[in-house]
């Protein structure tokens, strides 16, 4: 596999490969000006009255605490289809502080204000138990990604741990985290400083001094947003970000804020810090702070917002009645053994067992049917002192007439990067053409990229 930004490749990835990689060269803009922004849409909640929502971190399940006929009556209503339909069943009475692990499977919520309780559903909230609190304290509840893992505190500690749904808790520590992950990691941030524990909170170091409180952490993490800053590297070094849509007024401040696993999705709202209102729309980036966008003009007057972790989608229940879920389109990667096809006479294995990968936002899905190792015979080099190991043929489905897409061919052989050849050959009559100057050639690493639905036919060629 291989790694890049905006096509540039990047010498020292060769130490994660043993082949040869060749591919066509980079003839577009960048995909980035193609995540322009995320698109929303408005989604009908029946009964309207949320008191809080969640979107699983894979993207599957929309999950929304519903206030019913009395103060702390609760229900539950999860959406599989992004907001089109809704199943709906009974929540713990006065049911807040809604948790989900990755899949939406695992649910925990704190029972009614002043109580202790806690319920776990390990079914989507199907059915419920209630474990004993460690704390009477409505303080912190917390749980991983992967559910393993629940702590909760008192108000300033100390730090419970459990890792069997509730039923048992272990003390680790007075520190209270802000963050947990899987495997035991978690993160705080307390009198500016960002604390770091990877023992399940029983003890902490230091990160980075002059954190800001109140920051959000991606799922893995790895990404850090403070509101004014990023950190993509679990917080030892940060960023700043261009100034937020709306924050230019002075009587508002940042309220909730998001981050995906690579840092480059975020999400802001604003909330009045003094008596004059200054609601503003909700804001997001795709490229990590640099440029922003609003939903639209309509403000988030408080409620619950939250973001998949990949950042592909945010869903946001304004305390306005405004319910809508944004989605952007991602970059996806498909490969292809090129060993799973038979391949004719007089085709090095070099060829014969490549892979092709294709990424792309709309022009990744290599047709199976259509891929073939092509023959040395009957292939006439331009060249003299030039032999042919074989070719590949095959084409790619892309969801929009103008898209495009990476393509890197990965051969089963290295070889002296100066005396490789690139051909192209569009149809079984054409002549070869030489486009060994057009590609980036290593034995690691090769960038490149093809066009909407083009018939490829790439003659890898040694001098010997």
């Known amino acids: 596999m291989s790694s890049r930004k905006k096509r540039k490749i990047y010498g020292g990835i060769s130490i994660f490969f043993a082949v040869s990689v060749v591919s066509l060269a980079a003839m577009f803009a960048p995909f980035a000006k193609a995540e322009a922004a995320y698109s929303w849409k408005d989604i009908t909640i029946p009964g309207g009255k949320v008191k809080e929502s969640r979107i699983s971190s894979d993207g599957s399940k929309l999950i929304v605490l519903q206030e019913g006929a009395t103060f702390n009556d609760r229900k539950l209503l999860v959406s599989t ?4 339909n809704w199943s709906s069943s009974a929540a713990p009475e006065g049911a807040i502080n809604l948790l989900t692990n990755t899949d939406g499977s695992k649910l925990v919520v704190q029972g009614k204000y002043g109580q202790n309780n806690i319920y776990v559903s390990t079914d989507g909230g199907s059915s419920w138990t209630t474990p004993a609190a460690p704390v009477e304290s409505d303080a912190s509840l917390r749980m991983s990604p992967d559910g393993s893992t629940l702590t909760k505190c008192g108000y300033g500690g100390p730090l419970y741990v459990s890792r069997d749904n509730g039923q048992t808790w ?20 307390t009198y500016g400083d960002l604390k770091q524990s990877t023992d399940y909170g029983a ?8 954190a800001h409180f109140g920051a959000a952490f ?9 509101g ?10 940060w960023s700043s970000i261009s100034p937020i849509p709306g924050h230019e007024v002075s009587s508002n401040d940042v ?8 840092g480059k999705r975020l999400f802001v709202t604003l909330e009045p810090d003094s008596y004059y209102p200054s609601w ?3 804001a997001s980036s795709v490229d990590g702070g640099k440029t922003w966008q609003q939903w639209g003009s309509e403000k988030f007057e408080g409620g619950s917002i939250s973001m998949t972790a990949d950042g592909s989608k945010i869903f946001a229940t304004a305390n306005n009645n405004i319910y809508r879920l944004g989605t952007l389109q991602l970059t996806q990667t498909k490969t292809f053994d090129v060993s799973t096809k038979s391949a004719p006479a007089n085709t090095d294995n070099a060829v014969a067992k490549s892979t092709i990968a294709a990424k792309s936002l709309r022009c990744y899905d290599i047709v199976a049917s259509s891929v073939k190792s092509l023959s040395a015979d009957g292939i006439t080099p ?5 032999k042919i190991l074989g070719g590949l043929s095959f084409n790619i489905n892309c969801t929009q007439a103008s898209a495009s897409s990476d393509i890197t061919v990965s051969l089963a052989s290295q070889y002296d990067v100066s005396k490789v050849r690139v051909y192209k050959k569009d149809s079984a009559t054409a002549n070869l053409q030489d486009i060994t100057s057009q590609a980036v050639i290593k034995n690691e690493t090769i960038a490149g990229k093809t066009v909407h639905q083009s018939h490829y036919a790439l003659i890898v060629a040694e001098i010997s």
């Open 203 to 210: 003890t902490w170091e230091i990160v980075k001094d002059g």
């Open 81 to 84: 289809d992004g907001g089109a």
């Open 280 to 282: 503003a729309p909700v």
């Open 255 to 262: 309220s909730r804020i998001g981050i995906s696993n690579d």
């Open 228 to 237: 004014k800053k990023v950190s993509v590297d679990g917080g030892t070094n």
């Open 170 to 189: 272990v003390q680790k520590g007075d520190e209270c985290p802000n963050a947990v992950f899987n495997g035991g990691k978690m993160m705080l941030t």
């Open 382 to 386: 331009t060249e003299a002192r030039i």
């Open 218 to 226: 991606s799922a893995n993490g790895a990404s850090i947003f403070d």
